[in-house]
């Protein structure tokens, strides 16, 4: 059984000390996930790898079909996910080459499928605090260990993409006391919530966004090369978090769904319950 999953760029599944390389197709009730799941074993442990915008980055951040790949990862019996992704820095501090570990998440998306939830079923999950802290901590000390700089904490915005922001809307989530932006953790952080999966973020900082009169605003360019940069500091986090890592989880993440659900169970159609089966299977009575 797969227990940690790693969602990001080909990087990572391609990083020294991987063994035993396979690919699997998995099918969803909600569709294709982005890629083939990469599975290995990497410090004695097997480690799925999804490549979140597809082989080669041909699904845009709007089109990525999120709730296939948690429920893939979830089919494998996934119980932690690390999301990779990059972000505009929106504060003077998280410098372009740190990376952050948030701890919040506001959802800015506007054409996003953000439950698994729907269909004749409804469930209310809490997401008061949208990364696992016990996770998060985990990833803090790995990348931490790298000697690269880590900000622990953050408050991230999710903006719906795949355009860059205007200088306008940059200032305004300023503003608002927000860190950090990018186009992929909503819904994926969510959606790892109610798959009961602890999730936390390694957020490479690859910019000032559009914001700091003194840099050049953001550009293709800007980003890649800071990825490519940071991909060495990556793969040392994800070997050096799956070595140190407990085995147990001691949090509220596999326990999340436990009163979220108020539709009663016999008016749900039957291919609801179907296509939810392996969410919802241990409270169904």
Same mark, same amino acid.
């Given at each position: 059984?797969?227990?940690?999953?790693?969602?990001?760029?080909?990087?990572?599944?391609?990083?020294?000390?991987?063994?035993?390389?396979?690919?699997?197709?998995?099918?969803?009730?909600?569709?294709?996930?982005?890629?083939?799941?990469?599975?290995?074993?990497?410090?004695?442990?097997?480690?799925?790898?999804?490549?979140?915008?597809? #082989? @080669?980055?041909?699904? *845009? /951040?709007?089109?990525?079909?999120? +709730?296939?790949?948690?429920?893939?990862?979830? =089919?494998?019996?996934?119980e932690r996910i690390v999301g990779v992704s990059a972000c505009g820095?929106?504060?003077?501090?998280?410098?372009?080459?740190?990376?952050?570990?948030?701890?919040?998440?506001?959802?800015?998306?506007?054409?996003?499928?953000?439950?698994?939830?729907?269909?004749?079923?409804?469930?209310?999950?809490?997401?008061?605090?949208?990364?696992?802290?016990?996770?998060?901590?985990?990833?803090?000390?790995?990348?931490?260990?790298?000697?690269?700089?880590?900000?622990?904490?953050?408050?991230?915005?999710?903006?719906?993409?795949?355009?860059?922001?205007?200088?306008?809307?940059?200032?305004?989530?300023?503003?608002?006391?927000?860190?950090? #932006? @990018?186009?992929?953790? *909503? /819904?994926?952080?969510?959606?790892? +919530?109610?798959?009961?999966?602890?999730?936390? =973020?390694?957020?490479?900082?690859?910019?000032?966004?559009?914001?700091?009169?003194?840099?050049?605003?953001?550009?293709?360019?800007?980003?890649?090369?800071?990825?490519?940069?940071?991909?060495?500091v990556a793969q040392q986090a994800v070997k050096r978090l799956i070595?140190?890592?407990?085995?147990?989880?001691?949090?509220?993440?596999?326990?999340?769904?436990?009163?979220?659900?108020?539709?009663?169970?016999?008016?749900?159609?039957?291919?609801?319950?179907?296509?939810?089966?392996?969410?919802?299977?241990?409270?169904?009575?």
């Amino acid at each position: 059984m797969c227990k940690i999953a790693v969602i990001g760029g080909s990087g990572l599944y391609s990083m020294p000390g991987l063994e035993d390389i396979k690919e699997q197709v998995i099918e969803t009730p909600f569709g294709d996930p982005s890629a083939p799941i990469v599975i290995g074993i990497l410090e004695g442990q097997e480690v799925a790898f999804l490549a979140r915008h597809g #082989i @080669g980055h041909h699904i *845009s /951040p709007t089109e990525i079909n999120y +709730r296939a790949n948690i429920y893939a990862l979830k =089919s494998l019996g996934v119980e932690r996910i690390v999301g990779v992704s990059a972000c505009g820095s929106l504060r003077e501090d998280f410098a372009p080459g740190d990376i952050v570990v948030p701890d919040q998440l506001f959802d800015f998306t506007k054409d996003r499928e953000r439950s698994f939830f729907s269909g004749g079923m409804v469930a209310h999950v809490s997401i008061a605090e949208p990364f696992c802290s016990d996770l998060s901590e985990s990833v803090y000390q790995a990348v931490k260990s790298t000697s690269n700089v880590v900000h622990m904490g953050g408050a991230y915005i999710t903006v719906e993409g795949p355009r860059f922001s205007t200088r306008i809307e940059s200032n305004t989530f300023r503003a608002w006391g927000l860190s950090i #932006i @990018g186009m992929t953790t *909503s /819904p994926e952080a969510f959606l790892a +919530r109610e798959a009961e999966i602890c999730y936390a =973020s390694i957020s490479h900082v690859t910019d000032y966004d559009v914001w700091h009169i003194s840099e050049k605003p953001v550009t293709v360019e800007m980003v890649v090369e800071i990825l490519k940069r940071n991909t060495t500091v990556a793969q040392q986090a994800v070997k050096r978090l799956i070595k140190n890592l407990s085995p147990m989880r001691d949090c509220n993440c596999p326990n999340a769904m436990a009163d979220a659900f108020i539709t009663d169970q016999g008016v749900i159609p039957a291919e609801t319950l179907k296509n939810l089966h392996l969410l919802v299977n241990k409270y169904l009575h």
